[in-house]
T-cell receptor, first 113, second 115 residues
């Protein structure tokens, strides 16, 4: 059974700091891994999607890496801003399960001005 | 372009009462998902539709939960009767299909509180 874990559960940093969020999964047989952002009282917004054959994806100040063999992904946020405050969730997609995503429990990020 | 629309946004009911949630996916999206999100947890899939067919409902508690997607567009998720443990956020998502690289677009969710 695929399990996805995110550490830490919560993180508070001062504005301008670079930070790394971690995601680990138990079964390396995945199609892809996605990072989402969730603001309070709102749905999820997709940030980055990494296919299993890729090592990383970048979008602006965000960089996500994938090491499938070790079952790990990291989301790197450069020069954090208060507007980055949200919960960040990673999710994996497994073969032969349609579009089903298996989510971690999320990391709640707070960036202090 | 309008995103995924869900209603109501909030619902408070007493236990043993019925409740229904409605979802309107993004136009043209054939695949629709219902997820359950408990406080402090990631979403868990309840059911997935391809057009009007439920192709994955293995996680749906069928004794009290039901869902339908008539005409392959809007969908309704129902709980009858509701229990205290059903208090959670119910998220609807849609995608064009399920091919690799397809992104799911999520609605804002319905926050349910069962008293």
């Amino acid at each position: 059974k695929q399990e996805v874990t995110q550490i830490p559960a919560a993180l508070s940093v001062p504005e301008g700091e670079n930070l790394v969020l971690n995601c680990s999964f138990t079964d390396s047989a995945i199609y892809n891994l996605q990072w989402f952002r969730q603001d309070p009282g709102k749905g999820l917004t997709s940030l980055l999607l990494i296919q299993s054959s890729q090592r990383e994806q970048t979008s602006g100040r965000l960089n996500a890496s994938l090491d499938k063999s070790s079952g790990r992904s990291t989301l790197y946020i450069a020069a954090s801003q208060p507007g980055d405050s949200a919960t960040y969730l990673c999710a994996v997609r497994r073969p032969n399960q349609g579009g089903k995503l298996i989510f971690g429990q999320g990391t709640e990020l707070s960036v202090k001005p | 372009e309008a995103g995924v629309v869900q209603s109501p946004r909030y619902k408070i009911i007493e236990k043993k009462q019925p409740v229904a949630f409605w979802c309107n996916p993004i136009s043209g999206h054939n695949t629709l998902y219902w997820y359950l999100q408990n406080l402090g947890q990631g979403p868990e899939l309840l059911i997935r539709y391809e057009n009007e067919e439920a192709v994955d409902d293995s996680q749906l508690p069928k004794d009290r939960f039901s869902a339908e997607r008539l005409k392959g567009v809007d969908s309704t998720l129902k709980i009858q009767p509701a229990e205290l443990g059903d208090s959670a956020v119910y998220l609807c998502a849609s995608s064009l299909g399920t091919s690799l690289g397809e992104t799911q677009y999520f609605g804002p969710g319905t926050r349910l509180l069962v008293l």
